[in-house]
């Protein structure tokens, strides 16, 4: 094992990407190795529990997410990419929802965590009843993502690496350039309530548990936003904890949504009067589709939305869930801010509620 620095630059990536080779490859053989509480969430299991119970303890054992980055339309056909794929959960969720004529791509530059996946890809092919893999691991950096081609994936995912990249400019870069047009990002990742101080920042053990890397959350949504996403939507959000290494500091796990247009979104959430009804195609979520944390969708009901919000849903994949109304002319701008409790809405998709009674909504917000 290489001798781990006792401080750490995020200024050096290759000294950084030495010591998480290191720490996923040779310190961690499972979650319970985990120091800290961040990577090590079971949201993923807890909301695809039968899938999960198909994968092989092995895999299972070494996954080190924050959130669950799958979003709840219907994937079937997807080509997909997670990056930092690590030994393989999300893509294998990813593989059964996206189907035998879809496919999922891995990006992960530890040999071990590869190896893992890899490994497994077959036997989770076969438990799934398909009759090849639908899945490819490659090694290589998420800065890059070099054996990915321009605009041919429809969904890229992570699952709590992003924080781990000293240039996280270059992997929102990259997901640009290999996004379809229309195509979609989901990720989950940890954020924190101010700029991580130095000395979380710098200690290499506090980086590699994905804290020191963490962007304060409004640093995250800026940088997003930089790399041409004009309108990132969380999704979810949940606090993991509110110190480390003894300073008060709450680092949360936040699931984020964007979109690739070439045709700019607008700045700010303008109301051009247009409506969105959600038909209750997808298979998952028959009374109602949850978008984001104030955007609860229900079956047969129009539901005013700022013209940002109609594109997501009219220029997308989700177009087929969806009827959405032409914009009529300007009205000025349309509040589209998250409501308290918006949190909650977003977990409403696990209630399974009936269908309500088409009726218009309240004219005037979608919060
Ligand atoms: C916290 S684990 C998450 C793994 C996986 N997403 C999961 O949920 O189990 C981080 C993974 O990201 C990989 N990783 C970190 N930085 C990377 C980079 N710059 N390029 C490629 N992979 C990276 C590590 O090798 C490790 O497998």
């Given at each position: ?53 198909a994968?092989p ?38 593989s ?24 497994n890809a077959p036997v989770v092919a076969e438990r799934f009843g398909f009759a090849r893999p ?234």
């Amino acid at each position: 094992m290489t001798p781990t620095p006792s401080l750490l630059s995020q200024d050096d990536p290759q000294a950084v990407r030495d010591v998480l080779r290191d720490y996923y490859g040779k310190h961690l053989q499972s979650s319970a190795d985990l120091s800290q509480k961040a990577c090590c969430t079971d949201d993923i299991q807890a909301r695809f529990r039968p899938i999960m119970s198909a994968l092989p303890d092995e895999v299972v054992a070494r996954h080190y997410g924050c959130g669950c980055p799958v979003p709840l339309d219907d994937l079937e056909g997807l080509t997909a990419l997670d990056l930092g794929s690590g030994a393989g959960v999300d893509v294998f969720v990813l593989s059964k929802l996206v189907g035998p004529s879809g496919h999922v791509h891995g990006v992960d530059m530890t040999a071990e965590q590869l190896e893992v996946a890899r490994r497994n890809a077959p036997v989770v092919a076969e438990r799934f009843g398909f009759a090849r893999p639908n899945v490819t691991f490659h090694e290589g950096y998420i800065e890059t993502c070099d054996a990915i081609a321009d605009a041919s994936i429809d969904l890229v995912i992570s699952d709590c690496v992003v924080n781990l990249s000293p240039r996280k400019d270059l992997v929102l870069g990259a997901i640009r350039r290999v996004l379809k047009e229309g195509g979609e990002f989901y990720i989950s990742d940890i954020v924190a309530d101010r700029r991580v101080p130095e000395r979380i920042a710098n200690d290499p053990e506090m980086i590699a548990e994905c804290l020191g890397g963490a962007l304060y959350e409004h640093d995250f949504m800026d940088a997003i936003k930089d790399a041409g996403f004009l309108d990132p939507r969380v999704v979810e959000r949940k606090v993991l904890q509110t110190e480390a290494l003894g300073i008060p500091i709450v680092f949360s796990s936040v699931t984020v949504r964007a979109q690739k247009f070439s045709r700019p979104l607008d700045r700010r959430c303008e109301d051009y009067g247009q409506t969105a009804t959600y038909l209750g195609t997808f298979s998952g979520c028959p009374a109602r589709y949850v978008y984001d944390d104030h955007h609860v969708f229900e079956r047969g009901r129009p539901t005013p939305v700022c013209r940002n919000t109609a594109r997501m849903l009219s220029e997308t994949r989700l177009a087929k869930g969806f009827q959405v109304s032409a914009p009529l002319q300007h009205f000025g701008l349309f509040d589209c801010s998250p409501r308290p409790g918006g949190a909650l809405l977003a977990a409403s998709f696990q209630l399974a509620n009936p269908a309500p009674q088409a009726a218009p909504a309240k004219a005037g917000g979608c919060c």
